[in-house]
């Protein structure tokens, strides 16, 4: 252990190598805060966050003004006491998105600079569970693709051993979801998952209609059907379908996830660890999920989720779209179709510091 000397903070804007649309928004940038925690020994921990761009100002700002000069002095590897102390001191702001993507940063990096100082990867320093997690892609599947091209990219990802698809849904009528979704079933045939994405754009009536139609055709879930506020409207629903509703993308604290495990509201959990807060809650919310015999399937951020899907015995699948190959060395290794977390001490993640130097905007360093 060892008191934490300096916190670099600063801002890299990513953008996606293809378009994304989905039904509510376009997903126009990857802004990507940056938080390098040095300790007393030297040793350094990296960690990350994203918007899909809109708030990374706001997040710098919390980062800057509010959070990263509570770390300096205190002990890196206290990291339960630093995330309440935190979190505590943004009361006002929390829960809230904007605050749970700052704290995400700044926890990310002490898990990092634990797993570096004890020489482990972070999957087996988070619990070790599982050596691969089967992957399912998602950049295929945007809501502006003509059907055609939907078929050709689930057969190109079958091909390549991944166990599913994502297509997005909510065009203006059910009956334009159900072609596309058909074109693809009738394409892959039963045994490959197709999972769909809803990003909340449907309210209870609707996606339980919607919901009638997809049964048909096997889907293996429906996500963000609802607006993730209506945790009511999801336990309806799910107990209105076989299908599996999937929720967690847009929720921000341990205790939203408790809410739709209690109530029965969801039957797969997608917690995201840069909208959680954090590996820290990330790893609760699992834990939780597991004790109600859930699965995880994390959203995004596939380069840390392999690591944290691996460490727990629910982590069900890794979503494949790629988010760090500007600034980052490494690659998520991916062997017949399953994602393989790293051996390498910390998280998993070799950055391109020269990259990042040459991106990055808004660095501000704070020191003892
Ligand atoms: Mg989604």
Redesign the pocket.
Known sequence: MARIERVEVLLVDLKPKVLRT?AIQSFISQETPIVRITDADGAVGMGYSYTIGTGGSSVLALLNDHLCPLLIGREAWDIEAIWRALFFHTHATTVGALTSIALAAIDTALWDLKCRKAGQPLWRMAGGAQRSIPLYSTEGGWLHIAPEALVDDALAVKERGFSGTKIKIGRPHVAEDVARLSAVREAVGPAFEIMT?A?QGFNLSEAVRRARHYEALDIAWF??PIHADDVGAHAALTRSTTVPIAVG?SLYSISQFKDYLAQGACSIV?VDVGRIGGITPWLKVAHMAEAHNVAVCP?FLMELHVALAAAVPNGRYVEYIPQLDDITLSRMTVRDGRALPSDEPGLGIEWDHAAIAKLATGQRLHKA
């Open positions: 989905d994405d990003n996500e963000e993308e997608q959203h």
